[in-house]
């Protein structure tokens, strides 16, 4: 049971760092500048973490092909999940402000479901892997909840239901954990490299598709460059 306990308590990490930005974005002015730092630094991060601690891994396994499968599998579900989510946001634009919030909430809740099972899965294979992967996940929600909380506030949607909703986030996150740790303990080294390719593959394309976009489309500076490699760099470094 103690074990479980820290597997909730490392999973509920990203949840903490969530609203960390959140909370910046309550008490600090939205700056495109440094909201496009966070993102730049954030997606250097989770490249380093994919590449020297996900991939490595993934390749290991035997038979290969059947990681492989699960990461392509794993990209083209969140494709899948993002594509809907867009077509709900440009469906519901100029409805409600409401529902677009809610909608919004969807998307953080699916990607922090996504986060507990990649940490619970990540922990039934080595304690080293399940805390590197929940560390990674905490730099990178900092941007995340200051993006969203910057959207409700837009939307003028009341702070107690934006810490009510930022709260409710842990919701997700464990349900992740806990299908990833207890499905899988005990299990052969196969079905959890399958689940860790997996995610790893929802994480690599939300990277490409999302967190650096989003990072360009706010203001570029030579500076976001440097922040993206120097976050890859450093991110290598401790790694070793």
Known sequence: MQAFIFVLILSALP??????????????PLSKKTLGLALHSAAGVLLAIASTELLPRVISAKPV?????????????FVWVNQLLNLSKNRLQGIDHNTVGWVIFLSIAIDLFGDGLMIGTSLTISEHLGITLASARVVAHIPEGFVTNAEFRSQNMPRGQRFLLLAAFLIPVWLGATLGYWGLRGQSELPKLVVLAFTTGTL??????EIIPEAHQTQDTNWSSLTFIGSFALSLLFST
Do not use: K, P
């Not at 969530?18 to 600090?28: D, V």
């Open 15 to 28: 949840v903490v760092s969530n609203f960390i930005g959140a909370m910046l974005a309550e008490a600090l």
């Open 65 to 77: 092909w059947a990681t492989i499968l699960a990461l392509f599998v794993g990209g083209a579900f």
């Open 204 to 209: 690599i394309t939300a990277i490409v598709e």
